[in-house]
């Protein structure tokens, strides 16, 4: 059972980090096209902004499921501190989600795009989607680890 779940886990890992990862990308990709800003650009990223979010929360309940499962299989403390990372980043993506797309949401629709208000909550949108691609890929360095400790015998 240990090896399904850290299948699962190394999975959901991979889909989380390399959707972060595409949704930078792409976020930067726009604002390229639409020359850095304007009303039409966060039109453009609000839908993409949206769909990901949901899916990351899947992605997060589900990392913390699975890795859960994994160390109730097979106790470790690298297991624990994966869990850890993606409890952390799962977090992020919620206050993200919760608090900051909600305040870029009104401003766009309010046509404040160019306020420092906006400007202020991108800001804070960036960092945290950053923090938490860091706190992933940290917590991608934690998988060899974790899938040793399954090959130890048990003390």
Same mark, same amino acid.
């Given at each position: ?32 096209? #639409? ?16 769909? #990901? $979010?949901?899916? $990351? ?9 699975? @890795? ?14 994966? *869990?850890? *990372? ?8 919620? #206050?993200?989600?919760?608090?900051? @797309? ?7 629709? $309010? ?14 949108? @960036? $960092?945290?989607?950053? =923090? ?13 680890? =974790? ?9």
């Amino acid at each position: 059972m240990r090896y399904l779940f850290s299948a699962v886990v190394c999975l959901i890992w991979a889909l989380w980090l390399g959707g972060l990862c595409a949704v930078g990308l792409t976020a930067y990709a726009i604002a390229r096209a #639409f020359h850095g800003g304007g009303d039409a650009m966060a039109t453009a990223n609000s839908s993409m902004f949206h769909r #990901f $979010e949901q899916y $990351e929360l899947i992605l997060a309940a589900a990392s913390l499921l699975a @890795t859960f499962g994994w160390v109730l299989a097979r106790r470790s403390t690298m297991k624990t501190a994966l *869990f850890t *990372f993606l409890a952390l980043s799962g977090a992020l993506a919620y #206050f993200e989600t919760t608090t900051i @797309t909600p305040r870029i949401d009104k401003l766009r629709t $309010e046509h404040k795009t160019a306020t420092p208000s906006f400007q202020q909550a991108h800001h804070w949108a @960036t $960092e945290v989607y950053g =923090a938490q691609t860091l706190i992933l890929a940290l917590g991608g360095l934690l998988l060899p680890l =974790a899938f040793r400790a399954d090959q130890e015998k048990p003390v």
